[in-house]
């Protein structure tokens, strides 16, 4: 795939086509198989099979470049607790700025859907870019899919209150 264009615009949307959804999925592979070697062979797991999961498509001047998935964590019940997780840029696009409008995107989402608080675990590198997107953090370092990571927290009634409506 190809770097991202100049101060091209970034846009989210939920991948709801077949073809949105092999894109989200692509975008996982090549940076938690691939790049991070996180998981051997595939990423993928019981959550992508859920019909509650919701996958987020990132695109950067229209090109495919990044993702990010929300599921509510107790099935039928949107209003408590949602889980993000799989926030992924590739490379090329990092700096195009596409993961900040990911997480809002995701947090926004969960928070319209009804949700009251969504965590996430964060690679720990990552602490800093979602303390400054309203996140918290949760205790200690924990090992999820073997590596470190933190446990962070946002809550999504506050997150709304102070974001205002979201489009796109």
Same mark, same amino acid.
């Given at each position: 795939?190809?770097?991202?264009?100049?101060?091209?615009?970034?846009?989210?949307?939920?991948?709801?086509?077949?073809?949105?959804?092999?894109?989200?999925?692509?975008?996982?592979?090549?940076?938690?198989?691939?790049?991070?070697?996180?998981?051997?062979?595939?990423?993928?797991?019981?959550?992508?099979?859920?019909?509650?999961?919701?996958? @987020?498509?990132?695109?950067?001047?229209?090109?495919?470049?990044?993702?990010? $998935? #929300?599921?509510?964590?107790?099935? *039928?019940? /949107? &209003?408590?607790?949602?889980?993000?997780?799989?926030?992924?840029?590739?490379?090329?696009?990092?700096?195009?700025?596409?993961g900040a409008?990911?997480?809002?995107?995701?947090?926004?989402?969960?928070?319209?859907?009804?949700?009251?608080?969504? @965590?996430?675990?964060?690679?720990?590198?990552?602490?800093?870019?979602?303390? $400054? #997107?309203?996140?918290?953090?949760? *205790?200690? /370092? &924990?090992?999820?899919?073997?590596?470190?990571h933190l446990?962070?927290?946002?809550?999504?009634?506050?997150?709304?209150?102070?974001?205002?409506?979201?489009?796109?």
């Amino acid at each position: 795939m190809s770097a991202a264009p100049d101060l091209a615009p970034t846009s989210c949307q939920v991948a709801l086509s077949v073809d949105d959804l092999d894109r989200v999925l692509d975008i996982r592979r090549a940076v938690f198989v691939e790049e991070q070697g996180l998981f051997a062979g595939s990423d993928l797991d019981d959550h992508d099979d859920d019909p509650s999961t919701i996958h @987020v498509l990132g695109t950067v001047g229209g090109v495919p470049a990044g993702t990010v $998935r #929300l599921y509510p964590l107790e099935a *039928g019940h /949107p &209003e408590g607790d949602w889980q993000g997780d799989r926030l992924a840029v590739l490379p090329g696009f990092r700096a195009s700025g596409l993961g900040a409008p990911l997480v809002r995107f995701a947090v926004a989402t969960a928070g319209r859907l009804g949700g009251a608080r969504m @965590v996430a675990h964060v690679q720990m590198p990552n602490e800093v870019f979602f303390r $400054r #997107l309203g996140w918290s953090r949760l *205790g200690d /370092p &924990e090992i999820y899919v073997g590596h470190p990571h933190l446990l962070m927290e946002i809550d999504l009634h506050a997150a709304r209150a102070a974001d205002g409506p979201i489009t796109g």
